[in-house]
């Protein structure tokens, strides 16, 4: 299996601008989770999808964000408008059950 | 409300040495917990995870243990390589909850040739 697919690698736009962030769980996972990575405050869950469901979105900053899954395969992040304290590496994970949770290699995001 | 934490933040050492790796954690009532490696600039890679009926795992030169009594988990690494420098991060999953990990702040390790 190719593991968790996360697209794009690395992103930078300008403030304002809307940003969408991309995750391709791994094939049989039933859980999904976006992480938000930066060096003051560490990572942090942002939502996470049981079967294609959000169950909680309690981390989510503000109603500039917002998480999507289409379908077991598929699942956006989206920032609109995206602002430069948004800056920072936002990991997917996916996990089979209660079991081993695997990350992607994460979107380094820039916003100027 | 679960804490991790994990000392010290960073641990310098000659190759070739054993080290042992902590986390602590607030609450006992855990499901699991799963220790994972960061190199720079790339995602988490999982070591190995323990359940909370378990005691140990190891996978080769890697042990974690777990004390869920105490609140406690170690990470040992025998002989050490430069390539173990990485950040090493602990996370736990509490009970009773489907979701979250709930993540320490991580161990930096520079292993010197």
């Known amino acids: 299996d190719a593991g968790v697919i996360q697209s794009p690698r690395h992103e930078v736009t300008e403030m304002g601008q809307e940003v969408t962030l991309r995750c391709k769980p791994i094939?049989?996972?039933?859980?999904l989770f976006w992480y938000r990575q930066t060096m003051m405050r560490g990572l942090e869950l942002l939502i996470y999808?049981?079967?294609?469901?959000?169950?909680?979105d309690s981390g989510m900053p503000e109603d500039r964000f917002s998480a999507k899954m289409p379908n077991a395969s598929f699942s956006t992040l989206k920032i609109q408008p995206s602002e430069p304290r948004d800056s920072a590496v936002y990991f997917c994970a996916s996990r089979p059950g209660l079991n081993e949770q695997f990350f992607g290699p994460g979107t380094r995001l820039t916003v100027l | 409300k679960q804490e991790v934490t994990q000392i010290p933040a960073a641990l310098s050492v000659p190759e070739g040495e054993n080290l042992v790796l902590n986390c602590s954690f607030t609450?006992?009532?855990?499901?699991?917990l799963q220790w994972f490696r960061q190199d720079p600039g790339k995602g988490l890679t999982s070591l190995l995870l323990?359940?909370?009926?378990?005691r140990e795992q190891t996978s080769g030169r890697l042990n974690a243990s777990l004390d869920k009594s105490s609140g406690r988990s170690t990470l040992y690494i025998a002989a050490s390589q430069p390539g173990d420098s990485a950040t090493y991060l602990c996370a736990v999953r509490p009970g009773g909850s489907q979701g979250n990990l709930i993540f320490g702040k991580g161990t930096k390790l520079s292993v010197k040739p």
């Open positions: 999808f049981n079967n294609n469901v959000p169950i909680d």
């Open positions: 094939s049989g996972h039933d859980y």
């Open positions: 609450d006992s009532a855990i499901y699991n």
């Open positions: 323990i359940q909370s009926s378990q």
